[in-house]
C-alpha cells in the first residue's frame, strides 16, 4: 500500500554531514529520511526555495521535455529499500497509457516538486527503514528515530516546507 508523503524539510545529518531529505506521512505520523548527495540536495533545495537560475538545471530541462511530449507524471514513489539503497518509480501518463520508469528518490523528489505531483512510500519502505541499517554506525535506529521526531523548524533551517 501506497502512503502519501510530504517533504517535510531538507538538512544536514549532524552525524554524517551529508544531506537528508525527511518525508513525513501526509495522514500519519511516520518519517522517512533519505540520505541524498550534495547536488542531488541541491536541486532538491533550489526548488523548495523557488529559485530560479538563469539557465534550466537538469530537472528543469527534464520537465520541460516531458512536458514538451505531453507526458503528463501522475505521481512518485519511493518503492523498494534493497540494501541500503531507496528506489523510486515515477508513474506517467501519455495518451492513456501508463508507465513507470525507475529512478533515484532524489531525482523523482526534485521532479515531483517542479511538475507539483504527490510523492508517495510504499508502507513496507517506511516499516522496513527503521529496522534496516540506513542510518551511520556512529547513530542507533532509536537515536535517529527520536531525533527526527524532534525537530523542530529552526533544525530544519531554511528548507523547511
Known sequence: MELEVKIRGLMMDPVTNMPVVVLKEAQGAGILPIWVGVYEANAIALEIEKVQTPRP???????????????????????????????????????????????RPSDALALALRLDCPIFVEDEVLKNSTKAGVVSEKSSNEELKKWLENLSDEDLGRYKM
Open 57 to 103: 538545471m537538469t530537472h528543469d530541462l527534464l520537465k520541460n521535455v516531458l512536458i514538451g511530449l505531453n507526458v503528463h507524471v501522475k505521481r512518485v514513489v519511493v518503492s523498494d529499500l534493497r540494501d541500503d539503497t531507496f528506489y523510486a518509480l515515477i508513474w506517467m501518463e501519455r495518451d492513456g497509457q501508463t508507465m513507470s520508469m525507475d529512478s
